[in-house]
């Protein structure tokens, strides 16, 4: 260390009264740093839409426009719910993909999933085609069983039936998926939060590797058996992590639509409940775990602490309300 150097720095001397507050006053979110960390963005995203000549005026114009505009879509977005005459009009021109990525929705209104990042049709001809991009090596036969299972279940032959009804089906495939999340930190019970999760396929995101993220899976409305070989899937109140590994819609020649995505649904070591010392339930990769689901039953990102890369994981259930009201609370 240098000479005169020292420790000296509000927060290592906050530390010092951490014991005595938390016994007073419970968790202290007052000195997260997380508002001023994520503060650092905005401003790299200023300097990155600039043309790196004299930047300072133009990252200041442009991170004083964005909550601008931010606040302007609020005030419609307040408007639009309290005058139904003017909605449909405000809606046309509202951007809901500011940073913020909040929005509020009428009570009983429908919140929707939106698809992105569409895979040119000259890319992906067939489900073989899929497989090949997502490497998905399975997804004619998981294909077959969701169909089998879902739509031609009270038929003689399911399985037959179902891969007969794969030679008249179009395909649509796409690399990400927007969902809405309820926002538990606002007292507007109608405010959602909206999540971004992707699957590259064969793709590299942004110079690295591929990247296939990872979501909560809501059993009771993916489709899937529940059952497996060695018996019922343990889960969260109905709800499993998952590997995301495709996204696609598959449209039958009489205009019905099928909004599917492909899964590796990861499997309970032990109790569902928390236990060990870090408090928190674990899951591993399971053999049995490829399935395709509705588009519906995914119900955000999963927040997952690797234990052993690519084979275990701890599963976080205190990254946010959500997540906890999800799995513990039902």
Same mark, same amino acid.
């Given at each position: ?21 938390? $016994? ?17 963005? +905005? ?13 300072? +005026? ?6 004083? /426009? ?8 609020? *005030?419609?977005?307040?408007? $639009? ?49 899929? %497989? ?6 399975? #997804? ?23 891969? $007969? ?7 649509? &495939?796409?690399? %990400?998926?927007?969902? +809405? ?24 995101? /942004? ?21 497996? &070989? ?6 969260? *109140?109905? /709800?499993?992590?998952?590997? @995301? *590994?495709?996204?696609? #819609? ?18 309970? #070591? ?24 509705? @588009? ?5 990102? $999963? ?5 052993? +890369?690519?084979?275990?994981?701890? &599963? ?13 609370? %039902?």
């Amino acid at each position: 260390m240098e000479q005169d150097s020292h420790f000296n720095f509000p927060k290592l001397h906050l530390l010092s009264h951490y014991a005595d507050q938390i $016994a007073q006053h419970w968790s202290l979110p007052q000195y997260s740093t997380e508002i001023c960390e994520t503060s650092h963005k +905005p401003l790299k995203d200023a300097y990155r839409r600039s043309n790196h000549v004299d930047t300072m +005026p133009q990252i200041i114009n442009a991170y004083t /426009r964005d909550p601008n505009f931010g606040v302007r879509e609020l *005030n419609l977005e307040y408007w $639009a719910a309290r005058d139904s005459d003017a909605k449909a009009a405000i809606e046309t021109v509202l951007c809901r993909s500011r940073t913020t990525v909040q929005f509020s929705r009428l009570k009983g209104e429908a919140v929707w999933m939106r698809l992105q990042n569409r895979v040119s049709w000259q890319e992906i001809g067939n489900l073989r085609d899929i %497989g090949k991009e997502f490497m998905i090596p399975s #997804i004619w036969d998981d294909v077959v069983d969701f169909f089998a299972n879902n739509v031609y279940r009270s038929s003689e032959d399911p399985d037959a039936d179902a891969k $007969a009804s794969l030679d008249h089906m179009e395909f649509q &495939v796409f690399r %990400g998926v927007e969902i +809405p999340i309820p926002d538990q930190d606002v007292e507007d019970k109608n405010a959602y939060q909206l999540q971004h999760v992707r699957t590259t396929g064969s793709l590299s995101w /942004r110079g690295k590797n591929a990247r296939k993220d990872l979501v909560w899976v809501n059993l009771a409305e993916s489709g899937v058996r529940c059952r497996t &070989v060695k018996g019922r899937m343990q889960s969260f *109140n109905n /709800r499993l992590p998952a590997y @995301l *590994n495709g996204l696609f #819609i598959i449209r039958y020649a009489d205009g019905e639509i099928y909004k599917l995505a492909h899964v590796s649904l990861l499997r309970v #070591i032990g109790s569902v409940t928390a236990h060990g010392p870090d408090g928190l339930a674990t899951v591993e990769d399971s053999e049995e775990g490829s399935k395709v689901v509705r @588009l519906q039953s995914l119900q955000g990102a $999963a927040h997952l602490i690797p234990v052993e +890369p690519t084979q275990k994981w701890i &599963v976080n259930n205190r990254i946010n309300y959500h997540t906890w009201n999800a799995m513990i609370d %039902g």
